[in-house]
């Protein structure tokens, strides 16, 4: 199981601007500069923020993963 962990909260100012808690950057890795994915469903009213370097290493790891089963698919179909 992952490891979760709730560092605090954060106010949204008056320009749609959020803090992230300190211990939040540190321990996740987020730097100043860092360029970050917001991703949420209005229905629920999640909003979970995404580290571009990691979805750039998640969407590899699947084009891979595709790349494997077209392989296996096409030695089926010979």
């Known amino acids: 199981m992952?490891?979760?962990?709730?560092?605090?909260?954060?106010?949204?100012g008056t320009k749609g601007?959020?803090?992230i808690p300190a211990d939040a950057r540190e321990q996740l890795?987020?730097?100043?500069?860092?360029?970050?994915?917001?991703?949420?469903?209005?229905q629920s009213g999640v909003v979970v923020l995404l580290k571009?370097?990691?979805?750039?290493?998640?969407?590899e790891k699947m084009n891979l993963q595709v790349e494997e089963f077209r392989a296996i698919k096409n030695s089926k179909d010979i």
Do not use: A, C, N
């Not at 860092?34 to 949420?40: A, K, N, S, T």
């Open 29 to 42: 890795g987020i730097d100043h500069g860092d360029r970050l994915y917001v991703i949420g469903s209005p």
């Open 52 to 59: 571009e370097d990691k979805i750039e290493s998640f969407i």
């Open 2 to 12: 992952h490891d979760k962990k709730l560092y605090g909260t954060s106010t949204v």
């Open 17 to 19: 601007q959020i803090v």
